[in-house]
């Protein structure tokens, strides 16, 4: 009789789960562990946002394997400590997972396999939660890409999606005494901020295929026009889905490939940009993998020589509370603050004002979207963050910088989405949300402060600044 443990990170599926897969295929019991190590994340240990995710995601999975049989086993501490005392009380000659690409989990991971190798136990690591393996694909000179469109080019002309696997035998599943509750590791805040990103998430494998399920029905359709309009439910929202591994990329490809095929009136042109998006996650990956100084450097060094204005306490504030003054931003960072999540292009412009209008380092936005979103994610993040500050692979030009007003005038034209987060103005005319320099003082009666800054100014301070680079 042979025993597997299967240590599960951001991988909280049973679907179409290699790891898992293997285990069950080699071994006659497989135990599934979860050890709370937030340690292992070094610098970037999991945001306020991310521990409630990752609380009722583990919730969902142990009720899942619950049903099924088994248990999801919980320990707290070291790896490498908990997996050599659970494989001697079971038996278990071998341990599987699913890899990370964040630095530090990466040299974890090295660590944790020669250990237990050297201590004769079978140690093996899978992909799964990537369509791609960073190191898979390289320019013809053998180097990492830097710019997106050729990686997307190569990606999708070499690398197919394979269909998914199915569930895991259930009958593998096997207990052992003395694991943790959930409510033990301490996720959930102990004030009361949450009730927003409740009423808005349901974490879990079955929360992900619904969420995939409404995108088909209600989104997809239009989604090459539609993803860049906040007030609409135009896109998927599967991110902290797919940043928890509760999802796989060749899921959410097959499922969206075979909703069309069941329906022939649904319509295929928006299933290529879709796929197009997905690849921005992998080239991020890729990036994060070749230049894993990234997080905290410029990925350009001439930003090195770039000076960035003092830090100023009171200007992040105000912009992390979405108190700027300025409504498309005010909305997006309240919208930050109630769902744990913000529109792709809202959180373009929000990254715009922080790190060019009030010049304020890309970090300090960096670190607090790392507390307050739900898909907070090393690789994404960083990427995003150096796209539109200017210091990034493949990046935003210096001289874009997203003007909000006009940017709100485009993709947010009846205002839906500002008098959405910005309750108190709802009842203003359209044209006042989008042009508040009309009539201030209807806004200031409604307590809404007058804009922070200058915005038109502020942009050509910025222009001036970038161009000290050239
Ligand atoms: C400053 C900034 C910070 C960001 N931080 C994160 C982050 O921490 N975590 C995160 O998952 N995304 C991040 N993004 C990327 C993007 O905003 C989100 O992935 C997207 O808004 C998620 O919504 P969705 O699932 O509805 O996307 P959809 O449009 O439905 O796209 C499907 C999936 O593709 C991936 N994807 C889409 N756009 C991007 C992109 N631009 N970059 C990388 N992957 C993408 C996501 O996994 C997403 O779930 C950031 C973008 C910016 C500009």
Known sequence: ?????????????????????????????????YIHAPGEDALWQPGAASRWWLHHSLKALGNRLGEAGGELFIARGEALDVLRDLSGRCGA?????????????????RRL????????????SFPGNLWCEPWQLTTTDGKPYRVFTPYWRKLRAEV????????????????????LEIDALGLLPKIDWDRGIAATWRPGEAGAAEMLEIFVDSALAGYQQMRDWPGRHGTSRL??????????????WHGLRASIARDATRP?????????????????????????????????????????????????????????????????MRELWHTGWMHNRVRMVVASFLSKNLRQHWLHGARWFWDTLVDADLANNTMGWQWVAGSGADAAPYFR?????????????????????????????????????????????RGYPAPMIDVSASRDAALTAWKTLD
């Open 239 to 252: 991110s902290p889905h797919l940043h928890f591994g509760e999802i796989t990329p060749r899921q959410v």
């Open 113 to 124: 396999e020669h250990a237990l190798r050297a201590e004769g136990l079978a140690a093996e």
């Open 1 to 33: 009789m042979s025993t597997a443990l299967v240590l599960l990170r951001r991988d909280l599926r049973l679907d179409d789960h290699p790891a898992l897969a293997a285990a069950c295929a080699g071994h006659d019991r497989v135990l599934p562990v």
């Open 160 to 179: 197919p999606l394979p269909p998914p696997q199915g569930t895991v035998r259930a009958r593998k599943w096997t207990r052992l005494p003395g694991g």
């Open 401 to 445: 910088v997203f003007n909000p007003y006009t940017q709100a005038k485009r993709f947010d034209p009846d205002a839906t989405y500002i008098g959405r987060w910005i309750p108190e103005l709802a009842d203003l005319p359209v044209r006042l949300l989008l042009e508040p320099w009309r009539d201030p003082a209807a806004l200031a009666a």
């Open 93 to 109: 000659t071998a341990v599987f997972w699913s890899r990370r690409y964040e630095p530090a989990a990466i040299a974890h991971d």
């Open 268 to 332: 295929h042109a928006d299933l290529e940009p879709f796929l197009r998006q997905l690849a921005w996650r992998e080239f991020a990956h890729h990036l994060l993998y070749h230049f894993p100084d990234t997080p905290t450097e410029n990925f350009n060094p001439r930003f090195d020589q770039f000076h960035w204005s003092d830090e100023d306490p009171e200007a992040i504030r105000r912009w992390q509370h979405g108190r700027t003054g300025v409504p498309l931003i005010d909305a997006g």
